[in-house]
Each structure stands twice: as C-alpha cells, then as structure tokens.
C-alpha cells in the first residue's frame, strides 16, 4: 500500500507543476484550510494559539491570513514535544520519526504519520525526476552510513531507481575506484561533498568520468564552485533545497532561473519582523507544511533566510521562484593531514546523541577540536563517550577534541547560530 500511495502522490505532483500559478494556489489554500482545521481540533498548541490570538480556522481564507497567527521557532516545537505538538489521533509508534539539528546545532525530532510519509517520498521524487531522473538510473548516494538500507527495495532488484552509497565520513580520494567501478550516471550528494569530489578527479586527471545529471544539496554553492563542478563533471549541477522538518522545498530546474517552490505542498512565506517582504528583498523563510497531520508545521521558522521572485521560469512550469537561500553556510573540519571533512558528516554525528539541546563545533587549530555543549535532561556521561568516540573515529587520532558545557551558544551577528565552524583559512 505504501509504495502505490508514493508512486501516486508522485505522479499526481509531477502533473500539478505544469498547472498554472492560479490553479497550484487554489490547491494550496485548500490544502491550508483542511490542515488549520485539523490542528485546531486536534493539537493542543495550535488550538491554544488560535485562541490567544482570537481566531478560528475559518478566520484564515488565503495564505495572506496566515499573518494572524504568530510564527513558532524550533525551540517552541521542541518545549511542547511530544504531549502538545502531536496530534492526538496519532500513535508515535505508527509514525516515522526524523531527528534534524541541520546548520542551526538544535535537534528537534519531528513526527510524520504513513500517509503524510507517503506524499513526502513523492515529493522528494519529483524534483529529481523533473531535474532529469529517468527509472533506470543509478544514482551516487552520499550520507549518513548508519542509515543505509541493508537490502534493496523490489523495485530495485528489477533494476529501477538504483542506488550505490558512499560515506561521506570516508576521504573522497578512497570513493574514486568504486565511483569508476559502477560508474553512476547521476549524482546526489552533499554540496561540498561534490566539490570536494570535482578537486580529487582534477588531481587524479579523471576525464572520463560524465553523469548525465548531478544534484547538489545541504549547503548552498558559490559561483566559483559551480563552474568548476561544471568543467570537471560536464554538466551543470542543479540545487535542491529543503530542510528534514518537511522535505523538499524547492529545487533547481535546468533552466537555473532560480528554485522551483513546491507550493502545491508547502506555504513559503518570506518575512521581516511581522511583516511580508517584497520580492527581490531578503526575508526568513517561514514554511507551513500542507500533508503532515501526526504534527503540523504552521508558520515555521526554518532558520533560513531567502529572496522571493516575481519572475516566471522559462520552462514553463508554474511553479513560483525563489532566487537563492542566503547563509546557509557550514565550515570544512581539516585534519592535521590536509584531509577535509564535510560539516554533515558531523552533524549526523549530533543528531544522533541523546541529551544534546544544543551544540557547535568550533575548529581552532588543526590539532585542536572544541565542542560546545548546551545539555538537557538526557545527557549523560554516556553521552559525552558517544561524542569522543564517534567524532575521533572521523578526525582521526591526531586531532585533541575538548568537550565543554556551556549554558549558552551564542550567535553570529546576522543572529544566526552555524553549528560547524573552521579558523583554518584556505581549506579551499
């Protein structure tokens, strides 16, 4: 049942992009008021927000109406989980637990029901299928190693949507014999991950090597890197943007105008203080998650900022655009060796430490680690053996890591926290 909710919420989104602008908003104010209602009845939070604020469901008509209700911060998420948050027709067992801590070093577990989990997969399928994705593709995985599947799913034993992972704890250089070896003709892996990868196939003059579509992720590229990615690989990579809480948000088509939102799923609001700000201006990114009813996202604050465009995409897709994600930004770890180690490798690394509210990762030196910890009730000395162990088996043994707690991180002047950060110049 699963796999034919994934495969239709995935069909019915690829058509939904070439509706037009108006069509996808009537979806998304339908979806919206079908999700307030639910929340209202069914989450404590939201219930008690709307009645602070002396509203019902039917108050908000349009996405512009959302403005009634307060934004609400990962730390608000987090000091209701699960009791408040959750709704209260949902079993945790019977749902997928996601842990995110992304650039911010705040994990925060989110709550996704079967069907709602269903239409997220759907979801994430669409922007690699429209990027170019074809069925019997084999596609270069980076990640989390402990999260790898053990088998295949069915339809990969019949040669469908192949995968080959690598980890991206492991040095790029140890990935290129296998990387020859099945020789994926698409690529999804992490943004400096990919760069890292186009630098060690330059030094080793790998010309023969040319997928038909690479996707980056995680963090955002710089120009200079996307051409060089682009001369190594022959083909320009295409960007995907999304956060752990809902999925995929917008994505890179091959017209590089800009990101595709994915507003027949998502509100995307783009905020200054209280107010909406104008397209072309910097706004913090405010999603409500339209398929997720186990523990609705309304007016989220994901912690990055972003500009709105007015301009339509020359592919004619009807999907609206925003221009870049700005800030969204983590540090390379260089060991004393000179090997660099991207900053999800380490985020992956926190997600999965209990008792850790709060962290940054601080590079001094090469020889010198420091961790900074903001510790809650489920912190433990088991804790502080599972951070040592788990960060040295990365870095290696000629790198002192220094664990401290602290009662508070502070934050950079842009008022943002980045949970990995480097003092070595020049990692590049």
Known sequence: ??????L??????????WKKKSELLKIQEKKLRFLLKHAYENVEYYHKIFNENGIKPDDIKTVEDLQKLPISTKEDLRSNYPE?????????NNCTLYRTSGSTGIPLTIVVDPKGNDYRAGLFGRSFFEGGLKPRDTMMFVGDARTFPTKLKWYQTLGFLRRVYFSAAEPVEKHIPKLLETRPNVLYVYSSYLYLLAQALKRNNITDFQPNV??????????????????????????????????RLAWECSEHVGYHMDIDSQVLEFVNGDSI?????????????????????????????????DEECSCGRGLPLMKSVLGRQNDMIVCPGGRKIISPVFINIMRAIPGVFQYKIIQKDLKHLNVLIVKDENYSDESLNKINLNIR????????????????????????????????????
């Open 84 to 92: 408040k948050i959750v709704a209260k027709k949902y079993d945790i």
């Open 277 to 309: 700000v104008s397209a072309g201006e910097e706004g913090n990114i405010v999603v409500t998650c339209l398929y997720n009813y186990a523990m609705p996202l309304i007016r989220y604050n994901i912690g990055d900022i972003g500009i709105y465009m």
């Open 393 to 428: 088996l990365v870095v290696g043994n000629d790198m002192e890591i220094e664990v401290s707690i602290v009662d508070e991180i502070e934050k950079e002047s842009s008022g943002k926290i980045r949970a990995i950060v480097s003092n070595i110049q020049n990692v590049s």
């Open 8 to 17: 239709y919420s995935l069909l019915t989104l690829r058509r939904n992009v």
């Open 214 to 247: 690479v996707f980056s992720t995680a963090e955002m590229l710089g120009v200079k890197e996307r051409e060089f990615i682009s001369s190594v690989f022959g083909a320009r990579p295409l960007d995907l943007y999304g956060c752990v809480e809902t999925e």
């Open 1 to 6: 049942m699963s796999s034919v909710r994934q």
